[in-house]
């Protein structure tokens, strides 16, 4: 399985943008690009997810590189709630029927300060 | 709309014991998928149920096992616990390509 790679840990300030960076260098063509986020004590939660193109959500953008070897979630303006271990995941899809699982690594772990 | 629910929230087990887990997915997910996710790591993949089959497997050994019904909620059942068990234990339903996951489940094997 295809993995990525993440800073341990970052800081910001609140209101001000956060780049988190991933790089996944052996990405093959059908792997999607997930965001996860895991607030503490409370399970992974969604962000967003893309394939080449940049994504927008309410939550956040999602920039891919062209070669796709590495992508770069934006959260636009950090609040303190935005504290939380963020999780680069790259999913493929399996031909059974179900989705690919989830493969985490240890993702960056943001701390936002007032 | 409810999520993903999981109980218990917490369980104290002794080691060599058996346990269950349970776990409904958000309505109208039919996918569900079991993580362990041990103190400061990520969660880790054990297994996925599809149409009450196992569609896929993590590197977990047979001790742990699972089972869906009808209603697409699961179960996961552990048996000879080890101290090393001991972790979160979470359960996440799928709708297309997002994830959904509950609280979990905090075990420890004593």
């Known amino acids: 399985d295809a993995k990525t790679t993440q800073p341990n840990s970052m800081e910001s300030n609140e209101e001000e943008p956060v780049h988190l960076p991933c790089n996944h260098s052996t990405i093959s063509g059908t792997d999607y690009i997930h965001w996860y986020r895991q607030l503490p004590s409370q399970g992974p939660e969604y962000v967003i997810h893309g394939l080449t193109s940049n994504v927008n959500n309410r939550m956040a953008s999602l920039a891919i590189a062209e070669d796709r070897k590495s992508s770069t979630l934006i959260l636009h303006r950090a609040t303190l709630r935005d504290a939380a271990v963020y999780y680069c995941i790259l999913r493929g899809f399996y031909y059974g029927g179900s989705q690919g699982n989830l493969i985490f690594g240890k993702g960056t772990k943001l701390s936002v300060k007032p | ?110």
């Open chain 2, 1 to 110: 709309d409810a999520g993903v629910t999981q109980s218990p929230t917490h369980l104290i087990k002794t080691r060599g014991q058996q346990v269950t887990l349970r776990c409904s997915p958000k309505s109208g997910h039919d996918t569900v998928s079991w993580y362990q996710q041990a103190l400061g790591q990520g969660p880790q993949f054990i297994f996925q149920y599809y149409e009450e089959e196992e569609r896929q497997r993590g590197n977990f050994p047979d001790r742990f096992s699972g089972h869906q019904f009808p209603n697409y909620s699961s179960e996961l059942n552990v048996n000879a616990l080890l101290l090393g068990d001991s972790a979160l234990y979470l359960c996440a339903s799928s709708s297309g390509r997002k994830a959904f996951f509950g609280q979990g489940t905090r075990l420890t094997v004593v």
